[in-house]
């Protein structure tokens, strides 16, 4: 009973719980089957946006002057493909050992010559090596400020002078629509979340500055885990001075990765900047 209490505590922000969400052999297959359908926006965005973010991105950074591309967090290479499709040079990292295979299947059959690394972008250490850099789907915000920056330095470190990083984040709108709510749900053939029969219990929280915690305690007949995921929301003047402190120029401020503008009650915020 005390181990149950002490997982349903509010945690302090950012802090990581013992399970890795992204990398869950059970859920990753739940999340690939997210990102291969285009009507489920939870782990990419639909197929018409990405075709839509595709050719923003030749119009940004035309494959003549930015051969060399790096798609961070690239899951089963969504983005990868069209943009080899594109006759760019493409490499993509992913720590999601089942997308990662998945891409490379892909990669195969469709005979795309796609670098594709089971890594954690948190250990990238390339140097000098791209012309753009791609972090997409809000990834940066579901970083501690101390990992943000760390992955800004490493991304800014991997590009060439004059290269570029597209990246998006969650703004200000999106967080005044988070609702805090605390539920329950009771999965007899199981679900997202464990193949076995659980109960979930599920919290939303807002913290202060922005940050949001979505947490999952799932319990089986055997075990407890808990799932955390972090936001933090930004405005512009806040992502300008966490991209601008670690060194890169912005070039642009758009709505979203499509190079949308102009919409006042955008969900995100996506910047062009440069090294
Ligand atoms: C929200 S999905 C976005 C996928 C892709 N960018 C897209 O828009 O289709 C986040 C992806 O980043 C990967 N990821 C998260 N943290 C990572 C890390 N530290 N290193 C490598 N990949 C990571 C996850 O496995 C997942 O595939």
């Given at each position: 009973?005390?181990?149950?209490?002490?997982?349903?505590?509010?945690?302090?922000?950012?802090?990581?719980?013992?399970?890795?969400?992204?990398?869950?052999?059970?859920?990753?297959?739940?999340?690939?089957?997210?990102?291969?359908?285009?009507?489920?926006?939870?782990?990419?965005?639909?197929?018409?946006?990405?075709?839509?973010?595709?050719?923003?991105?030749?119009?940004?950074?035309?494959?003549?002057?930015?051969?060399?591309?790096?798609?961070?967090?690239?899951?089963?290479?969504?983005?990868?493909?069209?943009?080899?499709?594109?006759?760019?040079?493409?490499?993509?990292?992913?720590?999601?050992?089942?997308?990662?295979?998945?891409?490379?299947?892909?990669?195969?059959?469709?005979?795309?010559?796609?670098?594709?690394?089971?890594?954690?972008?948190?250990?990238?250490?390339?140097?000098?090596?791209?012309?753009?850099?791609?972090?997409?789907?809000?990834?940066?915000?579901?970083?501690?400020?101390?990992?943000?920056?760390?992955?800004?330095?490493?991304?800014w470190?991997?590009l060439k002078n004059g290269g570029?990083?597209?990246?998006?984040?969650?703004?200000?709108?999106?967080?005044?629509?988070?609702?805090?709510?605390?539920?329950?749900?009771?999965?007899?053939?199981?679900?997202?979340?464990?193949?076995?029969?659980?109960?979930?219990?599920?919290?939303?929280?807002?913290?202060?500055?922005?940050?949001?915690?979505?947490?999952?305690?799932?319990?089986?007949?055997?075990?407890?885990?808990?799932?955390?995921?972090?936001?933090?929301?930004?405005?512009?003047?806040?992502?300008?001075?966490?991209?601008?402190?670690?060194g890169f120029?912005?070039?642009?401020?758009?709505?979203?990765?499509?190079?949308?503008?102009?919409?006042?009650?955008?969900?995100?915020?996506?910047?062009?900047?440069e090294k």
């Amino acid at each position: 009973m005390n181990n149950f209490l002490n997982q349903l505590r509010v945690p302090s922000r950012f802090e990581q719980a013992d399970n890795a969400f992204w990398q869950n052999p059970y859920i990753a297959k739940q999340l690939l089957k997210a990102h291969l359908n285009s009507d489920n926006e939870g782990a990419s965005r639909s197929f018409s946006f990405i075709d839509k973010s595709i050719d923003f991105i030749q119009q940004i950074a035309p494959q003549k002057s930015y051969q060399k591309v790096l798609d961070l967090g690239c899951g089963p290479g969504l983005y990868c493909e069209r943009l080899a499709k594109k006759n760019y040079t493409v490499t993509g990292i992913d720590f999601s050992e089942n997308s990662i295979r998945y891409a490379q299947e892909q990669a195969k059959k469709l005979n795309f010559d796609i670098d594709y690394r089971y890594e954690n972008y948190m250990e990238l250490n390339d140097s000098n090596n791209y012309d753009l850099a791609l972090l997409i789907y809000c990834d940066y915000g579901a970083l501690a400020p101390v990992d943000r920056s760390k992955l800004l330095f490493n991304i800014w470190n991997s590009l060439k002078n004059g290269g570029q990083l597209l990246l998006d984040v969650f703004s200000q709108n999106k967080f005044d629509q988070f609702k805090e709510e605390q539920y329950w749900s009771l999965n007899e053939n199981g679900g997202f979340w464990s193949k076995d029969s659980y109960v979930a219990i599920g919290r939303n929280l807002k913290y202060p500055d922005r940050v949001t915690l979505e947490q999952t305690t799932v319990v089986t007949k055997d075990k407890m885990e808990t799932y955390n995921i972090w936001h933090q929301y930004f405005t512009k003047e806040l992502l300008i001075k966490e991209v601008t402190a670690v060194g890169f120029t912005v070039k642009e401020i758009y709505d979203d990765v499509s190079g949308q503008t102009g919409n006042g009650g955008s969900e995100t915020i996506a910047l062009l900047l440069e090294k």
